[in-house]
């Protein structure tokens, strides 16, 4: 993605945390070059192809070092106290995960964008992943900074070393280990582990599947853990993923 791409999505996800969640989105019934603000982040942050998991501290003091003690919590509390940090797990390999990224670039410009521009966001949005699986993880908290870049700082520091045995995809009784991590770029996607798509030459998921469970240990406190239903990821007539 050109650097002027990568600008333009870092900009626009600062608006994230300054709009509820609550509406239903309808995203199989318009095309995404319709869907208004509020639809697509909820497609990112709540959806069957973007979930958030919230970790929640109760004390003044937040650390992601040894003797912190934060807990796992899907529901923020309005506590001043009370100190969130919600990862972001999304699909990147989901074709609407990607449309809903190019829509708030899209809803994010005061004027016409440029045909260059819009010939890459449209390249993004169709790039296939026949060969892989890749989830992207991203941060944010709207309570403090610091606890945000703390967090940020665990992401940029991981390899695929360090969650290769405890990061996975799994549905049913198979799991597919991680098979590639790379730390957060300028682009603001986030960090990226990618999966193997084909296990045997064959799809290792399909609509027979009842769900996908994601689960990586960060580190000792950090134990991100997400769950999507299946029947719920058909897309336009295609189980994307």
């Not at 318009?30 to 942050?45: D, F, I, R, V």
């Not at 972001?88 to 829509?103: D, G, K, T």
């Not at 892989?132 to 709207?142: G, L, Q, W």
């Amino acid at each position: 993605m050109k650097p002027v791409c990568r600008l333009l999505l870092v900009s626009v996800f600062g608006l994230m945390l300054a709009h509820p969640l609550s509406i239903s989105g309808q995203w199989n019934k318009k095309p995404y070059t319709e869907w208004s603000e509020k639809e697509a982040m909820k497609l990112l942050n709540d959806s069957p192809w973007g979930q958030t998991h919230t970790f929640t501290d109760m004390s003044k003091s937040f650390s992601t070092g040894p003797g912190s003690n934060p807990s796992a919590s899907s529901t923020p509390t309005a506590d001043a106290s009370v100190r969130n940090v919600h990862l972001r797990v999304r699909f990147l390999s989901a074709r609407p995960v990607r449309e809903a990224f190019a829509r708030m670039i899209e809803l994010n410009q005061k004027s016409k964008i440029p045909e260059q521009f819009a010939a890459q966001l449209k390249a993004f949005v169709a790039r296939g992943f026949n060969d892989y699986v890749v989830v992207t993880v991203d941060c944010d908290s709207a309570e403090s900074k610091q606890e945000l870049q703390q967090v940020q700082a665990l992401l940029n520091n991981r390899t695929t070393a360090d969650l290769k045995n405890n990061t996975y995809l799994q549905s049913g009784i198979q799991k597919i280990f991680l098979e590639e991590y790379q730390s957060p770029k300028s682009d603001g996607l986030g960090a990226r582990l990618v999966f193997p798509r084909l296990v045997d030459g064959k799809p290792w998921l399909t609509s027979e599947n009842v769900d996908i469970h994601f689960y990586s240990e960060l580190s000792s406190t950090y134990k991100v853990d997400t769950r999507y239903k299946v029947k719920d990821m058909i897309y336009q007539g295609k189980l994307e993923y």
